[in-house]
C-alpha cells in the first residue's frame, strides 16, 4: 500500500510536470497570466514527488521485503539509519532522491520567489518541470524504485557492511542537493533565455541558489574527500578519479557562475557569459552523473554500472544541454554587451577569474575524456592520472590563488586608488614565506614551494577587505568573501605542508621493532585478531611517542565474510600540527606485519579550509537572504535592496 | 575469455559480474574480495622502503606514475594487487641499481604501452594534453577581448 | 556574441555526445595487450619450476620451431579449463612450453595431476619478472612465438576448443 502510493505520486507529479510544461508554452506565445497555476501546481509537483521520495524512506525503515527494491538493498539486522540510507544507495533509490530535489527546488522557486519577472519566472519553473519529466520518464519507465517482489522473501540481500558507514551514508545526498541545485541556475538561464530578460534582477534572482548549490557542492567534495583520505588506507586525499572529477567539474563551473552573477547583479553586463555558465554548470552535473553510472570510465569508486541506464542518462543530457544551447545560439544575439570594462576594476578582475577557472575545468574536462576520444578516433589506448592533472591545474590553481587576494580590493568601474599599494604586506609576507622555505628546505619542490607563498599571500590579502573600516559594520557578503578567500588560503597550505613535509614509512615489522616515522617513533607491541559482529581482523597494537607522552594506535586489516572482502581500517590520531597516520597489512612467512606510515604536517588544513570556504558562502548566502526577511517589516531595507 | 587476477578493485572487470548483483547498488568498493591468491609472499622490495631516502623518493614517484594492469584505477603505489607489488619490487631494485625512473618507465611503455604511465608521454598523440592549457588560455583570452579596455586601444 | 561564437558549445556537444554514444556502444575493453607482439622474446633464464621437467629460457624458444609460451598459475581458476585444450594442441604437434608464474613445486604437481601436463618446460617466475618484460598483464595468457623467437600474437585469457583451429593455422603459416 505504501509503496502504491507512492508510485501513484509519482505519476501524478509526473503528469503535472507535463501540465507546466503545457502552461509555459501558454504562456510564451500569449498573454495569458498563467504565473499564479503555474507557481501552484509547481509546490503541489514538489509536495508529491516529497512524499513519493517519503514513501520510499518508510518502505525501507519498515524492511518491507515485498519492495524488491528494499529486497536487493537492505536487511532487517540493519542499524535503523543505514536502513534508511539505504534508500538513496542505490541506482533507483537516488534518482528517485535526484528527481525530488528537482521538484522540491522547483516548488521552492515557486514559492518564495518574488524578484523576478513574472514570465520569466514562469519560463523558468516550466523549464524546471521540464527537466523533472525527463528523470520522472526514466523512473517510471526503466528503473521503477516501487517494484514489488511475489512472493515477498523472508529477509534482504543488501548486508553489505562497507555501505554501512556515516560517509557513505550522507555523502550522496550533499552531493545531490549542490547537483540538482544547479538545475535552479539552468532554469532561470534557459527562462531568462526564452523571455529575452537577462538583466541585473535576474541575476539577484539566481544568486542565492547558485550560492546554495555551490555551498553544498563544496561541502560534499570536502567531505568525500576526507572519508577517501581516511577510510581507504592510502594516505592521499584526490586522485584525480573520473568520479572525482565529475563532482569538480559542476563545482568549477559553479565557482565561475558565482563570480559572473555578481558582476551581472551590479553592473548588468556578462549577460551572455552567465547564461552560457549557469547552462555549462548544471550540463557538468548531468555530464557527472552520466559517467558515474554508465560505467564508462574506469574509476576506484564505481557505481552499480549499467550501460542502458547510462543510454537514457545520454538521451536526457543530449536533450537539455542540447536544446540550452541551441536557444543560447538563438536568441543570444538580443544579449547586447554593455561597454567594455576598465583595465584595473571588478569586472575586469572577475572576467579573469572566470577566465582561468574555465580553463581548469576545460583541462579537467579534457584530461578525464581524452583517453576515451583518443581511443575512439585512432584505437590507442593511454592513460591521463594524477600526474597530468597535477602539472597543469597545479600552476593555474597559483595564479587564480593570486588573484583572488587582488579582485576583492578592486571598485567597481573603474579602480583609482594605488591598489597595489595595498597589497604590498601581503605580497612582502609572500615573498618571505619562499624566501623562509628555500632556506630551511632547499629540496623542496618548486609547486609546494609556490603554494606556501601564494598561501601566506593569500592569508593576508583576504583580510583586507575588511581592514580599514569597522568590521562589524561590514555586510555579511563581505565576510563571506573574506572568509572564503581565507579558507582558499588554509587549503593551498594544507596541500602544500601535505607535498613538502608528509613522510611515509613503510616497512615489515616484528612485534618489538621500532619504526621511524618524521619525529615519532611506533612501536609495534602485537597484532591479536579480533572479530566484530560479521568481521574477524588483524589489530595492531602500536605505540607512539615524539619525546614525551605515548599513546596507542589500533589499525585493523578486516576480512569481512558476506561478501568476502577485506578493508584496512586506518588508525589516525591528529594533533594541532599533523596527523599520524598507520596502516596494517598482512603477516608474512615469518611472523613480521607490513606496516604503512605517515606522518603528514598540517594536513588537516586542507579539509578546515574546504569548511571555511563553505561556511564563507552560507554567511554570504545569509547576508543576502536577510535583507529579504527584513523586507517584509522594514521599508528602508526594501528601499536600498530592492 | 575469463583471467584470474589477484584481489583487483575495478568492480567492472569480469571478475566481478558475478558481485555486482550481490552489491545491487553503491559498489564503492573500499575493500578487495578476498579471491585466489598466488602461493607465494610479496617480493622483498614490494613492501619497503629503499635505504637510501632520496632513491626511495625517485621510486615513491615513479610509482605514483605507473598504472596498475590488475586493478585499473590506482597507482601501483596504492595497489594491493600482486603484479603490482612485483612491479614495485621491479622499480625499487632497479633504482637502488642506478637505473634512472624515465628508464624504467620507457622499458614499461615498450611492454605495455603509454596506456600504463598516468603522464601522457610525448608522443604525438598526447600533444593535445600537453597544448591545451595554454590553447585554452589564448582562445579565452581572444573571446574576452571585447571586454576589457585596454590603454590605448579604441 | 557574434553568431558563430554562439554555434561553437553546439559544436563541441555534438562531438561529446558522439564520443560517449561510441564508448556505450562499444564497451572497453578492459584487457592491457602486450606491446612484445611482433618482436624478439627478451632474453630470460627462468629454473626448473618441478624437478623433472626442464626451465625455461629464451634461447628455447629460438630454437628452429614455433613454440606456445603458455603463462598459467596452479592458483589461477580459469588455468584449470585450458589444460585440456593445452593437451589436446600438444597431442597434434604442438610444443607449448609454460611459465610458471609465483608458484610452487608442491602446488604446480597438483595443478598438472588435476587437469594434464602438455608442457615440454616449466620455468618457474616466483616474482613476475619475465611475465613483466613479456608484457603480460595476468594469468592465463598464451603467446604464440616463432621459430627465430619472435611473438607473433597473444592470447589473453584461457584458450578453449574454439581457439584451436585458429593456433593450428597460425603456427602453419609461420612456419
Not at chain 1, 618548486?446 to 607563498?453: A, K, M, Q, S, W
Not at chain 1, 547576508?623 to 529579504?628: A, I, K, V, W
Not at chain 3, 560517449?20 to 622474446?41: G, H, N, Y
Request: aromatic share 10%; charged share 15%.
Amino acid at each position: 500500500m505504501i509503496a502504491e502510493t507512492g508510485l501513484a505520486a509519482l505519476w501524478l507529479a509526473a503528469g503535472l510536470a507535463a501540465y507546466q510544461f503545457v502552461l509555459m508554452v501558454l504562456a510564451l506565445r500569449s498573454d495569458i497570466a498563467v504565473t499564479r497555476p503555474m507557481r501552484g501546481v509547481a509546490v503541489i509537483q514538489g509536495v508529491l514527488t516529497l512524499l513519493a521520495f517519503g514513501m520510499l524512506l518508510l518502505v525501507f525503515a519498515r524492511s518491507d521485503m515485498s519492495v524488491a527494491l528494499v529486497f536487493e538493498n537492505s536487511n532487517s539486522a540493519k542499524p535503523f539509519i543505514y536502513k534508511v540510507a539505504g534508500a538513496w544507495g542505490n541506482h533507483e533509490g537516488s534518482m528517485l532522491m535526484w528527481v525530488t530535489i528537482l521538484a522540491i527546488a522547483g516548488a521552492f522557486v515557486a514559492l518564495f520567489s518574488r524578484r523576478t519577472g513574472e514570465r520569466t519566472l514562469t519560463a523558468a519553473l516550466g523549464s524546471q518541470a521540464v527537466l523533472a519529466l525527463g528523470f520522472y520518464a526514466f523512473l517510471l519507465v526503466a528503473s521503477n524504485p516501487f517494484a514489488r517482489l511475489f512472493p515477498a522473501p523472508p529477509d534482504g540481500q543488501g548486508l553489505n557492511p562497507l555501505l554501512q558507514d556515516p560517509g557513505l551514508a550522507f555523502h550522496p545526498p550533499t552531493l545531490y542537493l549542490g547537483y540538482v541545485g544547479l538545475s535552479v541556475a539552468f532554469s532561470f538561464a534557459v527562462g531568462a533565455l526564452l523571455t529575452g530578460e537577462v538583466d541585473s534582477r535576474l541575476a539577484r534572482a539566481m544568486r542565492p541558489w547558485v550560492l546554495g548549490a555551490w555551498i553544498l557542492l563544496t561541502l560534499g567534495i570536502t567531505a568525500g574527500s576526507y572519508w577517501a583520505y581516511y577510510e581507504l588506507g592510502w594516505g592521499g586525499y584526490w586522485f584525480w578519479d573520473p568520479v572525482e572529477n565529475a563532482s569538480l567539474m559542476p563545482w568549477l563551473a559553479a565557482t565561475a557562475l558565482l563570480h559572473s552573477i555578481n558582476v551581472l547583479a551590479a553592473r548588468g553586463a556578462l549577460k551572455a557569459w552567465t547564461m552560457m555558465l549557469a547552462v555549462i554548470a548544471f550540463s557538468m552535473s548531468m555530464v557527472g552523473t552520466f559517467l558515474v553510472r554508465s560505467g564508462i570510465l574506469t574509476s576506484v569508486h564505481a557505481f552499480a554500472i549499467d550501460p542502458q541506464r547510462g543510454t537514457f542518462l545520454l538521451v536526457l543530457l543530449a536533450i537539455y544541454v542540447g536544446a540550452a544551447f541551441v536557444l543560447f545560439a538563438v536568441r543570444g544575439a538580443s544579449l547586447k554587451e554593455g561597454t567594455p570594462f576598465e583595465l584595473v576594476s571588478r569586472e575586469s578582475g572577475l572576467v579573469v577569474n572566470n577566465l582561468l577557472l574555465s580553463v581548469v575545468l576545460g583541462i579537467v574536462f579534457l584530461g578525464t575524456l581524452y583517453p576515451l576520444f583518443i581511443e575512439a578516433l585512432s584505437g590507442e589506448k593511454l592513460s591521463v592520472g594524477a600526474p597530468y592533472f597535477n602539472a597543469l591545474a597545479g600552476p593555474l590553481a597559483l595564479l587564480l590563488a593570486i588573484m583572488v587576494g587582488i579582485g576583492p580590493l578592486l571598485r567597481w568601474r573603474r579602480e583609482r586608488r594605488p591598489v597595489f599599494g595595498q597589497l604590498k604586506i601581503p605580497a612582502l609576507i609572500g615573498v618571505s614565506a619562499l624566501v623562509m622555505t628555500i632556506l630551511a628546505a632547499p629540496a623542496m619542490h618548486i609547486l609546494p614551494r609556490l603554494g606556501f607563498g601564494v598561501a601566506a599571500y593569500l592569508i593576508a590579502a583576504s583580510i583586507l577587505p575588511l581592514v580599514g573600516r569597522n568590521p562589524l559594520r561590514a555586510p555579511l557578503a563581505t565576510w563571506g568573501m573574506v572568509v572564503s578567500h581565507f579558507g582558499i588560503a588554509v587549503a593551498l597550505s594544507g596541500m602544500a605542508a601535505n607535498a613538502a613535509f608528509s613522510s611515509e614509512r613503510l616497512a615489515i615489522a616484528k612485534p618489538g621493532e621500532i619504526l621511524t616515522v618524521g619525529p615519532w617513533q611506533v612501536q609495534l607491541e602485537s597484532v591479536t585478531p579480533t572479530a566484530g559482529k560479521n568481521w574477524t581482523a588483524n589489530e595492531a597494537e602500536l605505540r607512539a611517542s615524539r619525546g614525551q607522552g605515548a599513546f596507542t594506535l589500533k589499525p585493523e586489516t578486516r576480512y569481512y565474510s558476506d561478501p568476502p572482502t577485506e578493508t584496512n581500517e586506518s588508525a589516525i590520531r591528529t594533533f594541532w600540527n599533523g596527523q599520524l597516520y598507520t596502516v596494517v597489512g598482512k603477516e608474512d612467512a615469518s611472523g613480521a606485519w607490513q606496516l604503512r606510515l605517515w606522518w603528514k604536517p598540517f594536513v588537516t588544513l586542507i579539509w578546515a579550509g574546504g569548511a571555511l570556504i563553505a561556511i564563507g558562502g552560507a554567511l554570504a548566502l545569509l547576508g543576502r537572504l536577510l535583507p529579504l526577511l527584513r523586507r517584509r517589516r522594514f521599508p528602508e531595507w526594501r528601499r536600498r535592496y530592492a | 575469455m575469463n583471467r584470474n587476477s589477484s584481489s583487483p578493485k575495478n568492480p567492472a572487470s569480469s571478475k566481478y559480474r558475478i558481485w555486482v548483483p550481490a552489491f545491487a547498488g553503491l559498489t564503492i568498493l573500499l575493500g578487495s574480495p578476498a579471491l585466489a591468491d598466488s602461493n607465494l609472499p610479496p617480493a622483498y622490495w614490494a613492501n619497503r622502503q629503499l635505504p637510501n631516502a632520496s632513491q626511495e623518493a625517485q621510486a615513491q614517484a615513479l610509482m605514483e606514475q605507473l598504472r596498475c594492469l590488475v586493478c585499473q584505477g590506482q597507482s601501483i603505489a596504492d595497489s594491493d594487487a600482486e603484479l603490482a607489488g612485483d612491479m614495485r619490487d621491479l622499480v625499487r631494485r632497479r633504482i637502488a641499481a642506478g637505473e634512472k625512473p624515465s628508464a624504467i618507465r620507457s622499458w614499461l611503455i615498450q611492454r605495455y604501452g603509454t596506456w600504463i604511465s598516468y603522464r601522457p608521454t610525448d608522443e604525438p598523440a598526447a600533444w593535445p594534453l600537453w597544448l591545451a592549457p595554454l590553447a585554452l588560455l589564448l582562445a579565452g583570452a581572444w573571446l574576452i577581448r571585447g571586454r576589457i579596455k585596454l590603454k590605448g586601444s579604441r | 556574441m557574434s553568431r558563430g561564437l554562439r554555434l561553437i558549445p553546439i559544436v563541441l556537444l555534438l562531438f561529446l555526445l558522439s564520443g560517449l554514444a561510441w564508448r556505450l556502444i562499444k564497451p572497453a575493453d578492459t584487457a592491457v595487450p602486450s606491446q612484445m607482439v611482433e618482436r624478439q622474446v627478451p632474453p630470460f633464464a627462468l629454473p626448473a619450476a618441478l624437478p623433472g621437467k626442464p626451465g625455461l629460457n629464451a634461447a628455447d624458444l629460438a630454437s628452429g620451431k614455433p613454440h606456445l609460451l603458455n603463462i598459467f598459475a596452479s592458483w589461477c581458476i580459469p588455468c584449470a579449463s585450458e589444460g585440456k585444450v593445452l593437451q589436446e594442441l600438444q597431442r597434434r604437434g604442438v610444443t607449448v612450453d609454460g611459465i610458471a608464474i609465483r608458484d610452487t613445486p608442491d602446488a604446480l604437481t597438483a595443478f598438472l595431476a588435476r587437469n594434464g601436463d602438455p608442457y615440454q618446460r616449466i620455468g618457474s617466475d616466483r616474482q613476475s619478472d619475465v611475465q613483466i618484460a613479456l608484457g603480460s598483464s595476468g594469468v592465463p595468457e598464451t603467446f604464440v612465438v616463432d621459430a627465430h623467437g619472435v611473438i607473433r600474437r597473444q592470447y589473453i585469457g584461457a584458450l578453449n576448443a574454439s581457439n584451436i583451429p585458429g593456433v593450428l593455422r597460425e603456427l602453419e603459416e609461420i612456419r
